[in-house]
């Protein structure tokens, strides 16, 4: 890494060490939901499977297993899933 870096910067070089070190490992979603750069990182894909995807806010977390939910009525499903 250089020098000097700011803490902006520091972050964006130690993220990106960390997509290289970690690739295939699944721990890059995490970084990026606790980092909050999650929409900027994960581009629209397009392949046979999906023709277009664009990530939405609600993506960055998992949802509450329904039966949870269900099961408990002071539980309430994660507002960005609701």
Same mark, same amino acid.
């Given at each position: ?14 993220? $990106?060490e @960390? ?8 721990? @890059?979603?995490?970084? !990026?939901?606790?980092? +909050? ?22 993506? $960055?977390?998992?949802?509450?297993? $329904?039966?949870?939910?269900?099961? +408990?009525?002071? !539980?309430? $499903? ?5």
């Open positions: 890494m250089a020098a000097g870096l700011g803490k902006d910067d520091f972050i964006a070089a130690v993220l $990106q @960390r997509s290289w070190e970690l690739y295939a490992e699944g721990d @890059r979603w995490y970084d !990026l939901s606790r980092t +909050n750069t999650f929409r900027q990182m994960v581009p629209p894909a397009v392949n046979d499977v999906y023709k277009t995807r664009s990530p939405q806010p609600r993506n $960055q977390y998992f949802p509450i297993p $329904q039966n949870e939910v269900n099961a +408990n009525n002071l !539980l309430e $499903q994660n507002p960005a899933w609701k």
